[in-house]
Protein backbone atom coordinates (compact mmCIF):
# COMPACT_ATOMS: atom_id res chain seq x y z
CA UNK A 1 0.00 0.00 0.00
CA UNK A 2 1.76 3.63 -0.66
CA UNK A 3 2.05 5.72 1.89
CA UNK A 4 -1.22 8.70 1.30
CA UNK A 5 -3.45 5.67 3.43
CA UNK A 6 -5.67 7.39 5.65
CA UNK A 7 -8.68 5.57 6.89
CA UNK A 8 -11.66 6.35 8.28
CA UNK A 9 -13.77 3.90 10.84
CA UNK A 10 -17.62 4.63 11.20
CA UNK A 11 -18.64 3.07 14.05
CA UNK A 12 -16.43 1.81 16.82
CA UNK A 13 -18.26 -0.92 18.46
CA UNK A 14 -17.49 -4.89 18.82
CA UNK A 15 -16.38 -5.00 15.19
CA UNK A 16 -15.04 -1.31 14.63
CA UNK A 17 -12.78 -0.86 17.28
CA UNK A 18 -10.71 -4.49 17.22
CA UNK A 19 -10.76 -3.43 13.14
CA UNK A 20 -9.43 0.14 13.96
CA UNK A 21 -6.74 -0.46 16.67
CA UNK A 22 -5.28 -3.40 14.02
CA UNK A 23 -5.43 -0.60 10.73
CA UNK A 24 -3.80 2.04 13.23
CA UNK A 25 -0.84 -0.52 13.86
CA UNK A 26 0.22 0.70 10.21
CA UNK A 27 -1.38 3.64 9.01
CA UNK A 28 -2.86 6.51 10.46
CA UNK A 29 -7.00 6.20 11.42
CA UNK A 30 -9.56 8.08 12.96
CA UNK A 31 -12.26 6.44 14.41
CA UNK A 32 -15.40 7.79 14.45
CA UNK A 33 -19.15 7.16 16.23
CA UNK A 34 -21.65 8.74 17.31
CA UNK A 35 -21.97 7.64 20.66
CA UNK A 36 -20.19 11.07 22.91
CA UNK A 37 -19.51 8.76 26.03
CA UNK A 38 -18.22 5.56 24.32
CA UNK A 39 -15.51 7.78 22.26
CA UNK A 40 -14.92 9.32 26.16
CA UNK A 41 -14.03 5.97 27.15
CA UNK A 42 -11.46 5.41 24.49
CA UNK A 43 -9.68 8.34 24.74
CA UNK A 44 -9.42 7.34 27.98
CA UNK A 45 -7.83 4.12 26.93
CA UNK A 46 -10.68 2.09 28.07
CA UNK A 47 -12.89 -0.29 25.90
CA UNK A 48 -16.12 -1.20 27.77
CA UNK A 49 -17.08 -4.05 25.09
CA UNK A 50 -13.58 -5.94 26.33
CA UNK A 51 -13.11 -7.16 22.79
CA UNK A 52 -9.70 -4.72 23.08
CA UNK A 53 -7.41 -5.08 25.77
CA UNK A 54 -6.69 -1.60 27.52
CA UNK A 55 -2.79 -1.82 27.12
CA UNK A 56 -3.34 -3.04 23.64
CA UNK A 57 -5.72 0.36 23.02
CA UNK A 58 -3.26 2.24 24.72
CA UNK A 59 -0.42 1.73 22.32
CA UNK A 60 -2.34 3.21 19.09
CA UNK A 61 -4.19 5.76 20.89
CA UNK A 62 -2.77 9.20 19.79
CA UNK A 63 -4.47 12.73 20.99
CA UNK A 64 -4.56 14.37 17.48
CA UNK A 65 -4.64 13.31 13.90
CA UNK A 66 -1.78 12.75 12.43
CA UNK A 67 -0.22 11.47 9.17
CA UNK A 68 2.01 8.25 9.74
CA UNK A 69 -0.19 5.91 11.83
CA UNK A 70 -2.23 6.04 15.26
CA UNK A 71 -5.57 5.92 16.68
CA UNK A 72 -7.44 9.10 16.94
CA UNK A 73 -10.80 8.75 17.78
CA UNK A 74 -13.46 11.46 17.76
CA UNK A 75 -17.05 12.18 17.76
CA UNK A 76 -17.08 15.29 15.38
CA UNK A 77 -17.63 14.05 11.81
CA UNK A 78 -15.62 16.87 10.52
CA UNK A 79 -12.27 14.76 11.53
CA UNK A 80 -12.94 12.08 9.16
CA UNK A 81 -12.90 14.47 6.27
CA UNK A 82 -9.71 14.06 4.80
CA UNK A 83 -9.57 10.21 4.99
CA UNK A 84 -9.69 8.73 1.79
CA UNK A 85 -10.50 4.83 2.92
CA UNK A 86 -14.09 5.02 4.89
CA UNK A 87 -15.13 1.96 6.89
CA UNK A 88 -18.26 1.20 7.72
CA UNK A 89 -18.99 -1.06 10.75
CA UNK A 90 -22.46 0.30 12.05
CA UNK A 91 -24.88 -2.11 13.23
CA UNK A 92 -27.46 -4.00 11.15
CA UNK A 93 -30.55 -5.19 13.31
CA UNK A 94 -34.05 -6.29 12.57
CA UNK A 95 -37.25 -4.68 14.00
CA UNK A 96 -40.42 -6.36 15.82
CA UNK A 97 -41.26 -7.94 12.81
CA UNK A 98 -38.05 -9.77 12.17
CA UNK A 99 -37.65 -7.43 9.03
CA UNK A 100 -34.00 -5.44 8.32
CA UNK A 101 -33.72 -2.40 9.74
CA UNK A 102 -31.42 -0.07 7.09
CA UNK A 103 -31.72 2.84 8.99
CA UNK A 104 -27.73 2.27 10.57
CA UNK A 105 -26.31 2.14 7.36
CA UNK A 106 -28.63 4.83 5.40
CA UNK A 107 -27.28 7.12 8.10
CA UNK A 108 -23.76 6.05 8.37
CA UNK A 109 -23.83 6.50 4.13
CA UNK A 110 -25.12 10.21 4.43
CA UNK A 111 -22.67 11.27 6.74
CA UNK A 112 -19.66 9.82 4.39
CA UNK A 113 -21.07 10.84 1.57
CA UNK A 114 -20.86 14.73 3.00
CA UNK A 115 -17.39 13.68 2.75
CA UNK A 116 -16.80 11.87 -0.23
CA UNK A 117 -13.66 13.51 -2.60
CA UNK A 118 -12.10 12.16 -5.91
CA UNK A 119 -10.79 8.42 -6.02
CA UNK A 120 -12.13 7.83 -2.03
CA UNK A 121 -13.02 4.06 -1.28
CA UNK A 122 -15.86 3.60 1.04
CA UNK A 123 -15.99 -0.23 2.37
CA UNK A 124 -18.94 -1.55 4.02
CA UNK A 125 -18.48 -4.35 6.73
CA UNK A 126 -21.81 -4.51 8.00
CA UNK A 127 -23.76 -8.17 7.77
CA UNK A 128 -26.19 -7.49 4.46
CA UNK A 129 -28.41 -9.17 2.10
CA UNK A 130 -26.13 -9.47 -1.15
CA UNK A 131 -27.21 -6.07 -2.89
CA UNK A 132 -27.57 -3.45 -0.22
CA UNK A 133 -24.16 -2.31 -1.14
CA UNK A 134 -24.40 -1.46 -4.52
CA UNK A 135 -28.41 -1.17 -4.25
CA UNK A 136 -29.11 0.58 -1.46
CA UNK A 137 -25.72 2.58 0.21
CA UNK A 138 -24.45 4.02 -2.77
CA UNK A 139 -27.22 5.73 -4.24
CA UNK A 140 -27.08 7.31 -1.21
CA UNK A 141 -23.24 7.86 -1.20
CA UNK A 142 -24.08 9.56 -5.16
CA UNK A 143 -26.72 11.32 -4.12
CA UNK A 144 -25.23 13.27 -1.32
CA UNK A 145 -21.80 13.34 -2.81
CA UNK A 146 -23.15 14.46 -6.16
CA UNK A 147 -20.46 12.05 -7.38
CA UNK A 148 -20.49 9.24 -9.65
CA UNK A 149 -20.31 5.42 -8.82
CA UNK A 150 -16.97 4.11 -10.08
CA UNK A 151 -16.04 6.81 -11.97
CA UNK A 152 -15.32 9.62 -8.79
CA UNK A 153 -16.04 7.27 -6.03
CA UNK A 154 -15.55 3.56 -5.24
CA UNK A 155 -17.17 1.01 -3.03
CA UNK A 156 -15.72 -2.57 -1.22
CA UNK A 157 -17.18 -5.07 0.81
CA UNK A 158 -15.19 -6.57 3.71
CA UNK A 159 -17.81 -8.83 5.51
CA UNK A 160 -16.69 -8.56 9.20
CA UNK A 161 -16.20 -11.89 11.05
CA UNK A 162 -15.74 -10.88 14.79
CA UNK A 163 -16.87 -13.17 17.59
CA UNK A 164 -17.66 -11.06 20.80
CA UNK A 165 -15.78 -12.62 23.78
CA UNK A 166 -13.12 -14.79 21.81
CA UNK A 167 -9.44 -14.10 22.93
CA UNK A 168 -8.03 -16.87 19.99
CA UNK A 169 -9.55 -16.29 16.73
CA UNK A 170 -9.30 -11.79 17.35
CA UNK A 171 -9.34 -9.84 13.95
CA UNK A 172 -6.29 -10.50 12.41
CA UNK A 173 -6.35 -14.54 12.74
CA UNK A 174 -9.50 -14.80 11.04
CA UNK A 175 -9.45 -14.73 7.33
CA UNK A 176 -11.05 -11.64 5.44
CA UNK A 177 -13.05 -11.59 2.69
CA UNK A 178 -12.52 -8.93 0.71
CA UNK A 179 -14.04 -7.03 -2.80
CA UNK A 180 -14.53 -3.80 -4.76
CA UNK A 181 -16.39 -2.00 -7.00
CA UNK A 182 -14.11 -2.87 -10.05
CA UNK A 183 -11.52 -5.19 -10.37
CA UNK A 184 -8.95 -2.45 -9.97
CA UNK A 185 -10.49 -1.55 -6.37
CA UNK A 186 -10.84 -4.97 -5.40
CA UNK A 187 -7.37 -5.49 -5.75
CA UNK A 188 -7.08 -2.43 -3.63
CA UNK A 189 -9.41 -3.38 -0.96
CA UNK A 190 -7.48 -6.48 -0.78
CA UNK A 191 -4.03 -5.60 -0.28
CA UNK A 192 -5.07 -3.15 1.85
CA UNK A 193 -6.77 -5.63 4.65
CA UNK A 194 -3.67 -8.05 3.33
CA UNK A 195 -1.46 -5.80 5.18
CA UNK A 196 -2.78 -6.02 8.55
CA UNK A 197 -4.75 -9.63 8.36
CA UNK A 198 -2.14 -12.33 9.47
CA UNK A 199 -4.59 -15.17 8.34
CA UNK A 200 -4.64 -13.67 4.80
CA UNK A 201 -7.57 -12.72 2.50
CA UNK A 202 -9.75 -13.94 -0.09
CA UNK A 203 -10.66 -11.27 -2.84
CA UNK A 204 -14.14 -12.40 -4.03
CA UNK A 205 -15.20 -11.52 -7.55
CA UNK A 206 -17.63 -9.10 -6.80
CA UNK A 207 -19.81 -7.53 -3.92
CA UNK A 208 -22.58 -9.52 -4.08
CA UNK A 209 -20.69 -12.93 -3.60
CA UNK A 210 -19.01 -11.14 -0.76
CA UNK A 211 -22.11 -10.29 0.57
CA UNK A 212 -24.21 -13.48 0.20
CA UNK A 213 -21.00 -15.48 1.62
CA UNK A 214 -21.60 -13.52 4.69
CA UNK A 215 -24.99 -14.15 5.26
CA UNK A 216 -24.87 -17.89 4.69
CA UNK A 217 -22.03 -18.08 7.34
CA UNK A 218 -24.39 -17.33 10.22
CA UNK A 219 -27.65 -19.02 8.43
CA UNK A 220 -25.95 -22.14 8.48
CA UNK A 221 -24.71 -22.08 12.00
CA UNK A 222 -28.60 -21.05 12.45
CA UNK A 223 -29.75 -24.12 10.79
CA UNK A 224 -27.33 -26.64 12.31
CA UNK A 225 -28.19 -25.51 16.12
CA UNK A 226 -32.03 -25.60 15.22
CA UNK A 227 -31.59 -28.96 14.63
CA UNK A 228 -30.13 -29.88 17.75
CA UNK A 229 -32.63 -27.81 19.92
CA UNK A 230 -35.45 -30.00 18.21
CA UNK A 231 -33.24 -33.19 18.90
CA UNK A 232 -33.20 -31.93 22.62
CA UNK A 233 -36.77 -31.44 22.63
CA UNK A 234 -37.54 -34.89 21.28
CA UNK A 235 -34.92 -36.51 23.53
CA UNK A 236 -36.41 -34.73 26.82
CA UNK A 237 -39.73 -36.52 25.82
CA UNK A 238 -37.77 -39.97 25.58
CA UNK A 239 -35.89 -39.28 29.03
CA UNK A 240 -32.36 -39.62 27.18
CA UNK A 241 -29.77 -37.22 27.71
CA UNK A 242 -29.12 -35.46 24.74
CA UNK A 243 -25.84 -34.28 25.36
CA UNK A 244 -24.86 -37.57 25.75
CA UNK A 245 -25.93 -38.41 22.48
CA UNK A 246 -24.25 -35.76 21.26
CA UNK A 247 -21.20 -36.61 22.83
CA UNK A 248 -21.63 -40.75 21.21
CA UNK A 249 -22.70 -39.77 17.36
CA UNK A 250 -19.54 -36.77 17.56
CA UNK A 251 -16.92 -40.32 17.65
CA UNK A 252 -17.90 -40.30 13.81
CA UNK A 253 -14.99 -38.25 12.08
CA UNK A 254 -17.48 -36.09 9.86
CA UNK A 255 -19.97 -35.10 12.62
CA UNK A 256 -20.84 -31.49 12.98
CA UNK A 257 -20.14 -30.59 17.03
CA UNK A 258 -22.86 -28.21 17.42
CA UNK A 259 -25.23 -28.02 20.80
CA UNK A 260 -28.42 -26.66 21.51
CA UNK A 261 -28.75 -24.04 23.21
CA UNK A 262 -30.08 -20.18 22.87
CA UNK A 263 -29.67 -18.31 19.76
CA UNK A 264 -29.58 -14.72 20.32
CA UNK A 265 -26.26 -12.26 19.59
CA UNK A 266 -26.28 -9.85 16.79
CA UNK A 267 -25.04 -11.97 13.89
CA UNK A 268 -27.00 -15.29 13.90
CA UNK A 269 -29.79 -15.11 15.32
CA UNK A 270 -30.17 -12.05 12.72
CA UNK A 271 -28.53 -12.75 9.65
CA UNK A 272 -30.80 -15.53 8.21
CA UNK A 273 -33.71 -12.45 8.21
CA UNK A 274 -31.85 -10.70 5.52
CA UNK A 275 -31.08 -13.78 3.39
CA UNK A 276 -34.74 -14.72 3.87
CA UNK A 277 -36.11 -11.10 2.89
CA UNK A 278 -34.02 -11.34 -0.38
CA UNK A 279 -35.14 -14.19 -1.33
CA UNK A 280 -39.10 -13.32 -0.82
CA UNK A 281 -38.39 -10.22 -2.91
CA UNK A 282 -37.31 -12.50 -5.55
CA UNK A 283 -40.56 -14.33 -5.14
CA UNK A 284 -38.98 -17.46 -3.34
CA UNK A 285 -40.02 -18.60 0.13
CA UNK A 286 -37.25 -20.07 2.09
CA UNK A 287 -38.67 -23.17 3.95
CA UNK A 288 -35.85 -24.47 5.89
CA UNK A 289 -33.95 -20.96 6.85
CA UNK A 290 -36.85 -19.54 8.50
CA UNK A 291 -38.30 -23.12 10.36
CA UNK A 292 -34.80 -23.11 11.68
CA UNK A 293 -35.37 -19.25 13.03
CA UNK A 294 -38.96 -20.46 13.95
CA UNK A 295 -37.91 -23.12 16.15
CA UNK A 296 -34.88 -21.53 17.45
CA UNK A 297 -37.05 -18.48 18.81
CA UNK A 298 -39.21 -21.25 20.53
CA UNK A 299 -36.35 -22.17 22.68
CA UNK A 300 -36.75 -19.50 26.15
CA UNK A 301 -40.08 -20.36 26.00
CA UNK A 302 -39.36 -24.34 26.02
CA UNK A 303 -36.69 -23.68 28.50
CA UNK A 304 -39.29 -21.82 30.77
CA UNK A 305 -41.25 -24.63 30.64
CA UNK A 306 -39.09 -26.80 31.44
CA UNK A 307 -37.86 -25.20 34.70
CA UNK A 308 -41.41 -25.18 35.70
CA UNK A 309 -42.25 -28.39 35.31
CA UNK A 310 -39.17 -29.35 36.88
CA UNK A 311 -40.12 -26.92 39.75
CA UNK A 312 -43.79 -28.92 39.90
CA UNK A 313 -41.71 -32.10 40.22
CA UNK A 314 -40.17 -31.20 43.25
CA UNK A 315 -42.89 -29.72 44.79
CA UNK A 316 -41.39 -26.55 44.81
CA UNK A 317 -44.69 -23.59 44.77
CA UNK A 318 -44.49 -21.72 41.14
CA UNK A 319 -46.58 -18.77 41.76
CA UNK A 320 -44.36 -16.31 43.32
CA UNK A 321 -40.91 -18.41 43.73
CA UNK A 322 -37.97 -17.13 43.88
CA UNK A 323 -35.61 -17.39 40.96
CA UNK A 324 -32.28 -16.57 40.36
CA UNK A 325 -30.88 -15.82 36.86
CA UNK A 326 -26.72 -16.37 35.96
CA UNK A 327 -26.11 -14.35 33.39
CA UNK A 328 -28.27 -11.57 30.64
CA UNK A 329 -25.90 -11.27 28.34
CA UNK A 330 -25.96 -13.45 24.61
CA UNK A 331 -22.81 -15.60 25.21
CA UNK A 332 -20.18 -16.60 27.86
CA UNK A 333 -17.86 -13.82 28.89
CA UNK A 334 -19.08 -11.34 27.35
CA UNK A 335 -20.50 -7.71 27.98
CA UNK A 336 -23.17 -8.14 25.01
CA UNK A 337 -26.93 -7.60 25.89
CA UNK A 338 -27.82 -7.44 22.04
CA UNK A 339 -30.81 -9.51 20.92
CA UNK A 340 -29.97 -11.60 24.10
CA UNK A 341 -32.65 -15.06 24.73
CA UNK A 342 -32.47 -15.26 27.90
CA UNK A 343 -35.31 -12.42 28.07
CA UNK A 344 -37.43 -14.68 26.34
CA UNK A 345 -36.99 -17.01 29.26
CA UNK A 346 -37.38 -14.49 31.73
CA UNK A 347 -40.28 -13.17 30.16
CA UNK A 348 -41.90 -16.69 30.20
CA UNK A 349 -41.26 -17.32 33.50
CA UNK A 350 -42.82 -14.14 34.84
CA UNK A 351 -45.79 -15.37 33.15
CA UNK A 352 -45.96 -18.45 35.26
CA UNK A 353 -45.67 -16.19 38.35
CA UNK A 354 -41.99 -16.95 39.31
CA UNK A 355 -40.09 -13.73 41.07
CA UNK A 356 -36.65 -13.52 38.95
CA UNK A 357 -33.97 -12.01 40.23
CA UNK A 358 -31.22 -11.72 37.25
CA UNK A 359 -27.56 -11.39 38.12
CA UNK A 360 -24.63 -10.72 35.76
CA UNK A 361 -21.47 -8.97 36.67
CA UNK A 362 -20.89 -8.34 32.80
CA UNK A 363 -23.88 -6.82 31.34
CA UNK A 364 -24.22 -2.75 31.66
CA UNK A 365 -27.19 -2.45 33.80
CA UNK A 366 -28.48 0.75 32.47
CA UNK A 367 -28.44 -0.77 28.95
CA UNK A 368 -30.45 -3.63 29.91
CA UNK A 369 -32.58 -1.32 31.60
CA UNK A 370 -33.32 0.67 28.37
CA UNK A 371 -33.24 -2.16 25.80
CA UNK A 372 -35.48 -4.77 27.59
CA UNK A 373 -36.79 -2.62 30.87
CA UNK A 374 -35.18 -5.32 32.84
CA UNK A 375 -33.72 -4.77 36.18
CA UNK A 376 -30.28 -6.53 36.74
CA UNK A 377 -27.54 -7.08 39.39
CA UNK A 378 -23.87 -6.75 39.07
CA UNK A 379 -23.51 -8.43 42.42
CA UNK A 380 -24.23 -11.80 43.72
CA UNK A 381 -27.09 -11.46 46.22
CA UNK A 382 -27.13 -12.88 49.69
CA UNK A 383 -30.31 -14.72 49.92
CA UNK A 384 -31.67 -18.20 48.75
CA UNK A 385 -33.61 -19.05 45.59
CA UNK A 386 -36.35 -21.54 45.03
CA UNK A 387 -34.90 -22.32 41.83
CA UNK A 388 -31.57 -21.65 39.79
CA UNK A 389 -31.06 -20.99 36.24
CA UNK A 390 -27.85 -21.09 34.77
CA UNK A 391 -28.24 -18.96 31.38
CA UNK A 392 -24.67 -17.72 30.23
CA UNK A 393 -21.37 -19.89 31.29
CA UNK A 394 -19.65 -16.94 32.30
CA UNK A 395 -16.39 -18.51 34.09
CA UNK A 396 -17.33 -16.69 37.35
CA UNK A 397 -20.42 -18.70 37.71
CA UNK A 398 -18.53 -22.21 37.42
CA UNK A 399 -16.84 -20.66 40.47
CA UNK A 400 -19.93 -20.13 42.56
CA UNK A 401 -20.67 -22.08 45.76
CA UNK A 402 -24.93 -22.96 44.80
CA UNK A 403 -25.55 -24.05 48.33
CA UNK A 404 -24.86 -20.76 49.97
CA UNK A 405 -27.59 -19.53 47.78
CA UNK A 406 -29.92 -22.84 47.35
CA UNK A 407 -33.17 -23.32 49.37
CA UNK A 408 -33.37 -26.66 51.03
CA UNK A 409 -35.87 -27.65 48.39
CA UNK A 410 -34.67 -26.33 45.46
CA UNK A 411 -33.29 -26.52 42.01
CA UNK A 412 -30.44 -25.69 39.43
CA UNK A 413 -31.35 -26.00 35.64
CA UNK A 414 -28.30 -25.71 33.95
CA UNK A 415 -29.25 -24.20 29.78
CA UNK A 416 -25.58 -24.55 28.93
CA UNK A 417 -24.47 -27.99 29.95
CA UNK A 418 -21.62 -27.19 31.90
CA UNK A 419 -22.25 -27.46 35.90
CA UNK A 420 -22.37 -31.34 35.68
CA UNK A 421 -23.87 -33.08 38.27
CA UNK A 422 -24.72 -30.44 40.74
CA UNK A 423 -27.88 -29.29 38.39
CA UNK A 424 -31.24 -31.07 38.30
CA UNK A 425 -31.22 -30.87 34.63
CA UNK A 426 -29.75 -29.49 31.48
CA UNK A 427 -31.07 -28.88 28.28
Known amino acids: MNNNVKIAVIGLGYVGLPLARLFATKYPVVGFDINESRVISLKQGTDTTLEVEDAILQRVLIDTPNQTKGLYCTSD ?59 QCVPVLEKISGLKFNVDFFAGYSPERINPGDKEHTVEKILKITSGS ?166 ALKEYGISVTIFDPLANINEVKKEYGLTTISVLPKEKFDAIVLGVAHSEFLKLDFLEIQKTNSLIYDVKGVLGAIADNRL
Open 77 to 135: IKNIADCNYFIITVPTPVDRNNRPDLTPLYKASESVGKLLKQGDVVIYESTVYPGVTEE
Open 182 to 347: TSEVGLKVDALYKSVITAGTYLAPTIKVAEAAKVIENSQRDINIAFVNELAKIFNLMNIDTQEVLAAAATKWNFLPFKPGLVGGHCIGVDPYYLAQRAQEFGYHPEIILAGRRLNDSMGEYIASQVVKLMIKKGISVNNAELLMLGITFKENCPDVRNTKIVDVIR
